[in-house]
């Protein structure tokens, strides 16, 4: 028997070895089209460019001289004179600096609390012998159909003596109603078989949760810690309320001094050329403001489709 007959003989003989590793494609999957493909790559590419360009104006023009901002109309889209003297002034007038450490301590010790109460909350709502478990469950649920305006809000926080301290921007969202049922269907999906396991070697609830659950649970955590971090984080509104401009956070100077327009320092005073232009300012506020949250996203994006799925599918 010759050797072509051999490898035709021979299962899959004939094929490379890249061929065989090859996927298969479905019988009722239709080949792309190379028009269909290209089309998929340009709106692809306007996509990238919508989202990238308008972030890289908002580096740049932070990092612009003012001959820069003034040579391109206020927006500079690459610096040909790059400084850092934005920055050096956001830092050296305090304001940003204070709110920079408030918005940090808020993140911080908020996202921690909220964590504790809703995995204490959403485990107990995801036993099934909890006393009262259902009746309970739908009375939070209807609290993230019908929530609470604005008025019953600042009554609360007037009534626990918080106005103008920095517990009022984490009490009134203490627990997310979307966080717990995310949580809570996470819980459920755990086997049962592990709860009945653990409670024969004589462990508790507290100890099941430490031990057994939240080890398995760390996609959800992830997730659910980071939506906390990110809505304590972006929080102005409260602050706006609740603070006076002594303990402001970082997000409401950013509404403050960029939004509104106003002014971080009296950039009248002094050799005009020696004060960084109105844009720099806002855009070097803007990038302080927005870095952080975007450092701390890739590490738990992997975390989000398990995460989130899980939990809401099995609720």
């Known amino acids: 028997m010759s050797s072509a007959t051999q490898s035709l003989s021979r299962p899959g003989g004939g094929r490379s070895r890249a061929a065989r590793r090859r996927p298969v494609r479905p019988a009722w999957v239709e080949q792309p089209r190379p028009a269909t493909q290209a089309a998929k790559a340009v709106a692809l590419a306007v996509v990238v460019l919508l989202v990238t360009v308008p972030f890289l104006i908002i580096v740049s023009t932070s990092f612009a001289s003012n001959a820069d901002v003034v040579a391109n109309g206020g927006w500079v889209l690459w610096p040909e004179h790059p400084t850092l003297r934005a920055y050096h002034e956001l830092f050296d007038g305090g304001i940003v600096t204070h709110a920079l450490w408030v918005s940090a301590g808020v993140t911080v010790i908020g996202t921690a609390a909220s964590l504790a109460c809703t995995i204490g909350l959403a485990?107990?709502?995801?036993?099934?012998?909890?006393?009262?478990?259902?009746?309970?469950?739908?009375?939070?649920?209807?609290?993230?159909?019908?929530?609470?305006?604005?008025?019953?809000?600042?009554?609360?926080?007037?009534?626990?003596?918080?106005?103008?301290?920095?517990?009022?921007?984490?009490?009134?969202?203490?627990?997310?109603?979307?966080?717990?049922?995310?949580?809570?269907?996470?819980?459920?999906?755990?086997?049962?078989?592990?709860?009945?396991?653990?409670?024969?070697?004589?462990?508790?609830?507290?100890?099941?949760?430490?031990?057994?659950?939240?080890?398995?649970?760390?996609?959800?955590?992830?997730?659910?810690?980071?939506?906390?971090?990110?809505?304590?984080?972006?929080?102005?509104?409260?602050?706006?309320?609740?603070?006076?401009?002594?303990?402001?956070?970082?997000?409401?100077?950013?509404?403050?001094?960029?939004?509104?327009?106003?002014?971080?320092?009296?950039?009248?005073?002094?050799?005009?050329?020696?004060?960084?232009?109105?844009?720099?300012?806002?855009?070097?506020?803007?990038?302080?403001?927005?870095?952080?949250?975007?450092?701390?996203?890739p590490f738990l994006q992997k975390y989000f489709t398990k995460g989130v799925l899980t939990g809401a599918i099995k609720s």
């Open 123 to 297: 485990y107990a709502l995801s036993r099934r012998d909890v006393f009262a478990g259902k009746p309970i469950l739908l009375l939070i649920l209807f609290t993230f159909l019908f929530p609470p305006g604005m008025i019953p809000g600042f009554l609360l926080v007037k009534g626990l003596h918080l106005l103008n301290s920095y517990g009022s921007l984490v009490a009134p969202v203490l627990v997310n109603v979307f966080n717990l049922v995310v949580l809570r269907g996470f819980f459920q999906s755990v086997p049962e078989e592990l709860y009945e396991a653990a409670r024969l070697d004589g462990a508790g609830e507290w100890l099941i949760l430490r031990r057994i659950v939240l080890p398995l649970s760390k996609a959800a955590l992830a997730v659910v810690g980071l939506f906390y971090a990110v809505s304590y984080w972006n929080a102005w509104f409260y602050a706006s309320i609740y603070l006076d401009s002594d303990h402001w956070p970082l997000q409401q100077v950013l509404r403050t001094y960029v939004v509104g327009g106003s002014q971080l320092a009296d950039s009248s005073a002094g050799d005009a050329s020696a004060v960084a232009a109105p844009q720099t300012i806002q855009m070097a506020v803007l990038v302080v403001a927005t870095v952080p949250i975007l450092l701390v996203y």
